[in-house]
């Protein structure tokens, strides 16, 4: 969602006639999108946006703003611990982008903050050419109040944007060279078009019939909320990619309840053997959090039996942090940094070896690749994407970029594939 947001304010940024600077010190305009669904966020921007004094003291007509989560939450806040910021903006103020600039390079220091809207999205601008990859979000908010979570508080209230819109920004995305989308949402399964009552899996299908688009993939589902319709569509569509990121949290009952998820670890675990019945070759993704208020070691290691019971494909995982407003910050039984650090790492580690063995499984196979450019380490290797969304590396002339190529896998690692380009 924040990367989104970026592209977004980059678009509106381009439109305005600006264009992307190399460094920071050549920019005139320097803006920080920031997230703060976890800690730290604060702490960052301060000391980021301290280290620009002394650019900002040499050049008075640069503009320092920043916008996203933290500003939505701290708004004049910021302005009056940062004397050298020129421009706070909130979640739902892309739009006043240009007046707030307009506002900032006369002097005037704002912070705009709306309250997230209870309807409408704006959409992307179109100041950009799009990738080969691009984002559309479909809904925004969240209405879940997970205990430990900010977003409902930064983001607002569920809502969902009306299908024709996604619909003509799709197409246009695809037409402009876009070949791969992924759908955007807090929670994608709450998506309902106001008008004709479409909901996601129907909007999945609708999306997969446009022309040009040769691959979709959607972010995050709810596990309360993955639907057997959902699973149909998923296994039925062919450019819908064999990825879900269905975050668990814990792997602890107790913890489960505590943080208001609404399923408990029988009913995750019975999704995901439903989805996997009808897709075999599915990848799938979580979300864990280490160290909720209260958790203990036993509980911790419910969360990583879980692991290794469900072979999670990829994984992100968290120390527990209070977040503003969130029941979960009111809570008695924190746990020290130390505790949830070693949590953390032993959490880690053995998710490194899962997906290190889920990696080797794949030697042999045959997959189909979406080349996205050069690999990371070059030599004449490119790099792309499995349809189940692992980074694959493999020999190839450059002019592969951009297309759909069959590589045969040779090796797995912690975090890739490797493997060799089969002859058309
Ligand atoms: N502390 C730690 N992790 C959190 N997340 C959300 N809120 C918190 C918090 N207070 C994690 C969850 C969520 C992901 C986006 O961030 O795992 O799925
Ligand atoms: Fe936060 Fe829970 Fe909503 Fe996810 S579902 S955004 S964790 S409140």
Redesign the pocket.
């Known amino acids: 969602m924040n990367e989104y947001d970026s592209a977004r304010m980059a678009g509106i940024l381009a439109e305005l006639g600006y264009a992307q600077a190399d460094a920071p010190d050549e920019a005139d305009l320097i803006l920080l999108n920031t997230c703060s669904?976890?800690e730290h966020a604060a702490h960052k921007v301060y000391s980021y946006v301290g280290a620009l004094k002394p650019l900002k003291e040499r050049k008075p007509h640069l503009i320092i703003g920043v916008g996203g989560c933290l500003a939505q939450q701290e708004g004049q806040r910021l302005l009056k611990g940062i004397p050298h910021l020129d421009l706070v903006f909130g979640t739902d103020a892309l739009d006043s982008l240009p007046e707030l600039l307009a506002d900032a390079a006369r002097g005037r220091r704002r912070s705009h903050t709306p309250r997230p809207r209870t309807v409408g999205i704006p959409v992307l601008r179109r100041g950009l050419k799009p990738g080969l990859k691009a984002m559309v979000t479909v809904m925004q908010g969240c209405d879940n109040f997970c205990s430990?979570?900010?977003v409902p508080y930064v983001r607002g209230r569920e809502r969902s944007r009306p299908a024709p819109e996604i619909m003509e920004e799709v197409a246009a995305l695809a037409q402009a060279g876009a070949r791969e989308i992924t759908l955007l949402g807090q929670n994608v399964n709450s998506y309902r078009d106001a008008e004709s009552r479409l909901d996601f899996p129907g909007l999945l299908a609708r999306i997969a019939s446009v022309p040009g688009l040769w691959r979709l993939r959607f972010t995050t589902s709810h596990p309360k909320d993955l639907s057997p319709r959902l699973i149909e569509v998923m296994a039925s569509e062919e450019k819908v990619m064999e990825q879900l990121h269905l975050?668990v949290?814990s792997g602890s009952d107790r913890v489960l309840a505590a943080m208001k998820r609404g399923y408990d670890r029988g009913r995750y675990l019975a999704k995901v053997e439903a989805i996997r019945e009808r897709l075999p070759d599915l990848a799938l993704g979580s979300?864990?959090?280490v160290g909720f208020p209260g958790e203990s070691q036993a509980d911790f290691e419910e969360s990583l039996s879980l692991l290794s019971l469900v072979g999670f494909d990829f994984l992100?995982s968290?120390?527990?942090?209070?977040?503003p407003h969130?029941k979960a910050s009111k809570l008695k039984n924190k746990l020290s940094e130390e505790v949830k650090a070693r949590r953390l790492n032993a959490l880690q580690a053995r998710q490194r070896e899962i997906s290190l063995a889920i990696h080797r499984q794949q030697v042999g196979r045959v997959e189909e690749v979406l080349v996205e450019g050069p690999a990371k380490k070059g030599q004449g290797r490119l790099a792309g994407r499995s349809r189940a969304g692992r980074t694959v590396n493999f020999a190839g002339p450059d002019e592969l970029v951009g297309g759909l190529v069959q590589v045969a896998i040779t090796e797995g690692l912690v975090n890739s594939l490797k493997g060799r380009l089969c002859q058309l």
């Open positions: 669904v976890r430990y979570c900010v975050p949290q979300d864990i959090i992100f968290f120390k527990y942090s209070d977040r969130a």
